[in-house]
């Protein structure tokens, strides 16, 4: 595992929650306040206060699809 002490990062919440649940920490001292905030934030909105931590990607985007499966087959639902 790489290390990268004193980089940016995300928190994030596990459960998911469309962007709430979500802080940035730059800095050691932000860390406390950011996670307090963002653990609360997702219990709220999700039931859940776990979080995980990723680098933060500047300037970063993102696609969504979504994946559905019953078990035996498994499709997406991409709108054409």
Not at 13 to 23: D, K, L, Q, Y
Not at 32 to 42: G, L, M, Q, T, Y
Not at 58 to 78: F, N
């Amino acid at each position: 595992m790489q290390q990268h002490a004193g980089q940016p990062v995300m928190l994030k919440a596990c459960s998911g929650g469309g962007g709430r649940g979500m802080r940035v920490v730059r800095t050691p001292e932000e860390l406390p306040a950011a996670f307090e905030a963002a653990s609360r934030e997702a219990t709220l909105a999700a039931g859940q206060g776990e979080l995980y931590a990723e680098l933060l990607v500047t300037g970063a985007r993102h696609i969504e699809v979504q994946i559905v499966g019953d078990g035996h087959e498994v499709t997406h639902l991409w709108a054409d």
